[in-house]
């Protein structure tokens, strides 16, 4: 169970991204985090796994609070979070196995994965992974070569090697057209539903909320400005899609379920 | 984050100029750009009476130089429209551009009530030929001579063209016959010289005289005194090939012997013989020789081809400093990796922000790398030769202490450019420092390092045969001794072996750095 409470994160410049937001994630959840670009969502995925250090507030996380971990301790918290970017952030250059394999390296001694050595566990496991992720063929690709949907898989696969008790997922397909949004998401839902990871994952598009998550919280200036259940995000109005998302918005995005193969790929 | 939002765009709003166009027109008149400044185009002032300002101050140099000795400002530039022509046309294109900032002045003035600024196209041009005739008249430029001096240049550039005769030579033998010769001449006078009986030999007739002397008299003119005349009969040489006539006089030294100036050479029949009149002629002997009985020699020399072709001294020699310029060039590169590294990472500003002390240090060695790489490598090795010497050490110094500041330039900028989402990727999986440094940098400034690195590779190999001109070993210092020689035909080897490597290098580089690109 993950349980945020008054977070409040303030940068250098005196931007006030988070503003005592407190929100409680119980296991296995696949929350949805919404709001406007600018609305705070990134930061609050990031101060969880304290990529960025907030202001104020606790992140108790297992019964330990994660905005007090320094050096060892935190890393050692890290391993458990995996994280999905918005952009993907693989090491271009590197091959597709590289990239998933950093995501041992938590687990590993420095001087040894310093020369790309990693044990044979390790190894298989990544192999295991990229064939649960359908990109097994693409394995000694650079990561550049790859198209987004399939690059994505490798950000989710680098996530998935960390054995992972929760995913933080950073806008993971708004960088992606919507058949491989769909895509990325039933890869998510899937590792949701069968290793009943806690996901928590920001989106833009409200019908791909209302097909994905089993909760979520609405963000607008910092401020947490809603909280539902799968039922009640159902049954949003417009109005009070507008509420989180000022008048700017509207809904975006069609029906594309049914389009899909049954694994879920079109790459 | 929070976005902040710009505030709504606003028009522009023209104010209108302070002053009225004639008043503006009549400030530019007297002070270039005034007008045009208190017409709310400030920049424009400022540029114009900096212009103004700087042209004349390099108008009333050159016309002082060209004309040095009048005084008075008629006379001086009277003078030198008559000795340099091309000052009537800097005068006509100032007063031009002193008339055209007049106009500007009054139409920036008329203009500044619309929005749209008025530009000054009429100025800018008058502008830039006023400063390109200045630098034609500084810089001398003179087609003139370019172009009727070329034709006297031509077997010189021809032989730096094409230089490959003496890429090769031939052995050579020296086939030399001799005859004494005595002064002044003893009763009885000395024998004539006997037949050798292997190889050439001369006879001289008589066996002794007196060399030309020269003498000054009261009024200073010299007089010559000429010396005995001889007759030089020569047996035993090779037949049709070139004999040199050479004194070696009493104290050893060797000259060549001259008549009305010009070297005297004779061509044997097919004999081997040959018959010459010559004078003996004047030389300065050390006193110490002047005793007694002093003993000269006649020396008839043939030189001449033997055997097989093989490459010249200067062909080897070039190939030797090529070497070594690439080499000077190559531990140029070495050294400048090895220290640019660590230092480029000083020079980063996105790794060296963190606090005050920090950003001290990255202004401090940004500081120093862009005083170091402002100086030419040239000067450098200038300065390394005064501390090691000459020769390629003073080379590598310089060019090292050149590189570390350029790569550390170069290194730092692509640290500074490198994506920081694979850095927050690694973090996010709890790597520590080592390994996202490992893992996300390293794999991102690989590429732009190589490609730098050769292109200092290349450009330090190019630098490499420069250097030398100033002793910093290579090629180079071939090349500036064999000019200054006049031979130059083995110039000629140098440049065409500078010019081969560096095109090679060109497309070496070029080639290796497409691929990490």
Redesign the interface.
Known sequence: MLEIQHLTKIYEDGTLAVDDVSFTVPDGEFMVVIGLSGSGKSTLLRCINRLIDPTDGEIIWNGVDLAKLEGEDLRKARRKIGMVFQHFNLVERSNVLTNILTGRLGYNKTWPTLIHRFPKEDRDKAWEVLRRMDIEDQALKAARELSGGQQQRVGISRALMQDPELMLADEPVASLDPVLAHSILQHLEMLNKEDGLTIMCSLHYLDLVQRYSTSVIGLRDGKLVYQGTKKDIANMSDEEFKQIYGEDAERIGGSLEGNLDEKGGLA | ????RKPAYQEKVFKPGLVPPVVSAILSAIIPGLGQALSRMVRRGVVLFFSFATIVGLMIWRFQLAAPRDTGVVDIVKKAFHLDPIMILISVLFILLYLANIYDAYKVAVNSRKTEPRKPFLVFVALILVFFFIGWQIGKIDVYALVTQFDDAIPALSRVLWPWERAITYPEEEWEGTALMETPCTDPPPALNTPAEEGPYLIVDPACGEPTTQEENEAGESIVYPGTELHVLGYGFLPDEVVELWWRDPAGSKFRQRQDGDIITVIPDENGEFEIDIVWPYRIIPPSYREGISEWELQGRQITAIGEWEFSEELILAIEKMIETIFIGMMATFFGIIMALPVSFLAARNLMSANVFTLGIYYLVRGVLNIIRSIEPLIWAVLAVIIVGLGPWAGILALTIHSVAALGKLYSEAIESI?N??I?????????W??IV???VV??V??PFVSFTIYRWDVNIRMSTVIGMVGGGGIGYLLVQWIRNLDYRAAGIAVWFIAVTVAILDYVSAEIRERFT
């Open positions: 984050m929070k976005i902040r994506d989402g694979p927050e990727a690694v973090q996010a999986t709890g790597a520590n080592f390994q490992m893992y996300a794999p991102q690989i590429p």
